[in-house]
């Protein structure tokens, strides 16, 4: 698998830039960090909007930037969402989804498919200002997919929707980025939007990127400040493995990390994922009979005070890591301590695919 | 795209500051072609009465026109005698104060060295593409460079090359930038210039320019006006008006 | 009359033309100069754009004269001794004269505008000038029609710069404002009056499509 390296560093506006990684060419990244931390500079160095002197960076083999080397946007194989749409208001929705398309050498994304996968069919005559802010953000990423991108850059492309318009886009675009064969960069500052897209993360500070890898890892990785928070959560990505017509219960993964997810979540052997909140987490010592089927071998590999009355446990469960938000008290009395077995259980009812 | 606006509204003020400014003093109408002795002559006014004159230089003609409409002008030095008379006539200028302050003479003139000869023969000569004349309605050295070519009998092959200046003033400045070859100029204008070639084209050639001065009826009872037009026919005004080229009243 | 409403006509419609071509591309250099060496330049040449706004018709004019003259580097292009007392020379004035009405309202139209259209063509695969001339130009169509009208309209009335260097042909350099000065100062005041009036009629008539325009939404 290709891989995407970059490495930006130089005075900007008011900050120093100073950003280095390397993630797969395949799949999201997210891109996490607070406003005003650098995450829209380094998304233009990578599009070719800003050209910093002295950064490099590859796409999957081809180099857009080395020393002297600087390929201009227009030449650049990097589709652009940004926040804003930015619908070309002279055209309606079909001519501005063809602009790219028609400027580009011939690639694999299809118009139909492409029109499918987002809806965009009943929209294609319309002008852009008569368009909601969903269908808008919906449009300017049909648009950018179809001028075939090799690296698709999101730039938190659903901060200025509503809650619903957010969530309508949200599962399409984990679902473009595998169906397109397009890496994609997601930029954003709401940790849960990445959770339930992205493979990878980067985290970002000050301009400095503070840590990168698979998303389950950096979650789970008290170093970081996602494990401890209110609503901390971890994904699982698992393949179905089964499914009871009688109760209607699907079975993802293998032991010892099996679930029972509530309703088909997806075809025999496709890969689902499942984000599994810390506080529908629970801890037993010994495995006992309960209403609740899922109940995991598990081993306690750390501990941290959650805020408040909590305690963040992170989960050993085979190679997997789980999370679990346990109230101190609890912790206590069961007498808890870091390498020890417990049973964790998940009710199904909790668990949904992402 | 309010910057348009603004634009307009900016150029409007701008018209309109002069029209301001105007008003408030003595102000005589110049025939351009006495526009230096005018300024000498005002100076050494205004060095031995303390007095202030604003000299406003252009077409006579053009000045008529203003002061049918209310230009506040005191005095006026017309180019001619026509346009004082027709200003009597209308009653807007005062009779008694008529006379006659230069008579001009016209002057064929080229700013290439060598270019006009001493008899003028260059008018025949269809070397030129553009020859630069005063407007004849307006102002009287035109009228009388139009004469000169019918009296020398090239008019109608001269007539296609004519340019045509709004004051006599403009005309030269045709001629002194070179895009016209030659041009009918009043002598004040060229008589202290070395460079170039003129021809001071004969007397008979032309009506004689009577340029008359008249107390026009703005000035009626400005003693400051009435005080200036009778410097000019002190001896030392007289003096320095022919040391323009200049002829003395008949 | 007729060759002089003709030419003015002609004269305000071939200024506009060459502005639209020259002005348009020149108001986007001047938006876009954002680098310290390149905004400074565009600080200079906005100055220099904007200048004939203040001068007297009759300075610009007499530099006119100089450039278009004999001495001036204008004249031996076209083959001629001098351009002034000719139709392309008046051209040639009106352009500079009228430069700023096109430049301004453009400027202001793209910098409005800013550079969010700009950026996203350019990331869908248009180079500069695609992206300039299907994306830029349509979005400023509103004001570059306001830059269009201001210069023809401008043009139309322009006398200082005409007077200047144009020496009153008939048919070649009289325009119509040159005529009505001329009438006006023969005293010939009905004709002066008919041909002042169609003037002011046609300039109303521009100034209040103008602002028609300017009450239009453009995207």
Known sequence: MGVIAARFAGPFGGFALDAGFEIPAAGITGLFGPSGCGKSTLLRCLAGLERMPGG???????????????????????????????????????????????????????????????????????????????????????????AQPRLLLLDEPLSALDRAAAEDILPRLGALSARFRVPALFVSHSIDEIERVASHLLVMRAGRITAAGPLADLLTDLAQPFA????????????????????????????PLCLHVPGRVGPL?????????????????????SSILNQLPAEILAVTPAGG???????????????????????????????????????????AAA | MKSSLSLLALLAALTLVPLGARAASTTVAVAANFTQPAKRLAAAFERKTGDNIVLSFGASGQFATEVTQGAPYAILLSADEERPKQLIALGLADESSLFTYAVGKLVLFSAKPGYVDAAGKVLGSGSFAHIAIADPKAAPYGAAGIETLKTLGVYATVAPKIVTGKSIAQTYQFIATGNAALGFVALSQVIKIKTGSQWLV????????????????AGEHDPVAKAFLAYLKTPRAVKLISSYGYAAAP | MGPAILLTLELAGLTTAILLLLGVPLAWALA??????????????????????????????????????????????????????????????????????MVQPVRAGFAALGSSAWEAALTLRAAPLDAFVTVMLPLARGPILTGAL??????????????????????????????????????????????????????????????????????
């Open chain 2, 202 to 217: 004969p007397a008979k050639d032309y009506q004689p320019i009577i340029q008359d001065a008249v107390l026009l009826k």
């Open chain 3, 150 to 219: 201001l210069s023809f309209a401008h043009t139309l009335g322009e006398f200082g710069v005409v007077m200047m260097i144009g020496g009153d042909i008939p048919g070649k350099t009289e325009t119509l404002s040159i005529l009505i000065f001329d009438d006006v100062e023969t005293l010939n005041w009905s004709a002066a009056g008919h041909l002042a009036g169609a003037l002011a009629l046609v300039s109303f008539l521009f100034i209040w499509l103008l602002l028609r325009l300017e009450r239009r939404p453009w995207a």
């Open chain 1, 228 to 255: 401890a928070r209110a609503g901390a959560a971890t994904v699982l990505d698992l393949p179905v493995t089964g499914f009871d017509m009688g109760y209607e219960l699907s079975l993802c993964g293998f032991p």
């Open chain 1, 269 to 289: 052997g496709g890969l689902v994922r499942l984000r599994v909140r810390a506080s529908d987490v629970s801890l037993l010592r010994t495995a006992a009979e």
């Open chain 1, 56 to 146: 490099a960076l590859r796409v999957d083999g081809a180099v857009w930037q080395q020393g002297a080397t600087f390929v201009p946007p227009w030449r650049r194989a990097a589709g652009y969402v940004f926040q804003d749409a930015r619908l070309f208001a002279h055209l309606d929705v079909a001519a501005n989804l063809r602009f790219g398309l028609r400027r580009a050498a011939a690639g694999g994304i299809a118009w139909d498919e492409v029109i499918d996968a987002l809806g965009l069919g009943p929209l294609l005559a319309r002008a852009p200002a008569s368009l909601s802010g969903g269908e808008r953000q919906r449009v300017a990423l049909g648009r950018a997919l179809l």
């Open chain 3, 32 to 101: 876009r100069a954002r680098a310290r060496w390149s905004g400074a330049l565009a600080g200079v040449a906005g100055a220099l754009i904007a200048l004939p706004l203040v001068l007297p018709p009759t300075v610009l004019g007499f530099y006119l004269l100089i450039l278009l003259g004999p001495r001036g580097p204008l004249a031996p292009l076209f083959g001629v001794t001098t351009l002034a007392f000719s139709f392309p020379g008046l051209v040639i004035g009106s352009c500079l004269y009228s430069l700023p009405f």
């Open chain 1, 309 to 351: 009355p909590h305690m963040a446990v992170v989960l050993g469960v085979g190679p997997a890591r789980l999370l679990a938000h346990i109230t101190r008290k609890s912790w206590d009395m069961l007498g808890l301590a870091v390498g020890q077995g417990v049973i964790a259980q998940i009710k199904a009812e909790a668990l």
